[in-house]
């Protein structure tokens, strides 16, 4: 069992289209992270949270951590082509050891 | 400022051969990781090194070795490779912020991508 589940596991959609990922877990957690991962390349930071219920808004990015900090979700609004890979996020637990989620794989179609 | 370089890119080993994966970060950073990405299960920690001379292990860390004599370098070796250590593997490095709770950001390398025959 993975102490992140993310969902949902793929997603193809329209390019224009509005898209909501998760990624939950029965731990609660300091702070979440996420990262995006494009083909060939190593995951880029898109942001972290800290406080429970908190919204982050990057472009067309908005970031929500749950009020009880065991889950967190990414809404994107208006999709472009330029969003497709794999998203994922990732929590340090107190021995300073990093847990990723298995990802949600977005890809955006002209 | 180069960030974090991993070489080789690619790697094909034959079963039992070893190897070392290559990581070198110029951001002075002092937390230093290696993950492996499987298709379908994110990234897992093998080891991971909080500062020169310190290392612990992750997730999956049976059939690798790390050391970290020096705080730039964080090399990987791949004792006598199996086809299930067939994966594409990443560097990572962050500051340590010392904020409580708070979770620093990762910087990761370009990948290596090793098949093991």
């Known amino acids: 069992t993975q102490l992140l589940e993310q969902s949902p596991q793929f997603l193809s959609i329209q390019e224009g289209e509005n898209l909501t990922v998760y990624c939950n877990s029965s731990?609660?957690?300091?702070?979440l992270q996420w990262y995006r991962q494009e083909p060939g390349e190593g995951p880029v930071l898109l942001v972290t949270v800290v406080t429970g219920g908190e919204v982050k808004k990057l472009k067309r990015l908005t970031f929500q951590f749950g009020d009880a900090r065991k889950d967190s979700s990414l809404h994107i609004t208006a999709a472009q082509t330029g969003d497709t890979g794999l998203y994922l996020c990732a929590v340090k637990n107190n021995f300073n050891k990093f847990y990723f989620g298995s990802g949600t794989k977005l890809n955006v179609k002209p | 400022n180069a960030g974090v370089t991993q070489t080789p890119k690619f790697q094909v080993l034959k079963t039992g051969q070893s190897m070392t994966l290559q990581c070198a970060q110029d951001m002075n950073h002092e937390y230093m990781s290696w993950y492996r990405q499987d298709p379908g299960m994110g990234l897992r920690l093998i080891h991971y090194s909080v500062g020169a001379g310190i290392t612990d292990q992750g997730e999956v860390p049976n059939g690798y070795n790390v050391s970290r004599s020096t705080t730039e370098d964080f090399p990987l070796r791949l004792l006598s490779a199996a086809p299930s250590q067939t994966s594409v593997y990443f560097c990572?490095?962050?500051?340590?912020?010392?904020?409580?709770?708070?979770?620093?950001?990762?910087?990761f390398g370009p990948g290596t991508r090793l098949t093991v025959l």
């Open positions: 990572a490095s962050s500051y340590s912020s010392g904020l409580a709770g708070f979770t620093d950001t990762q910087y």
């Open positions: 731990s609660v957690f300091s702070s």
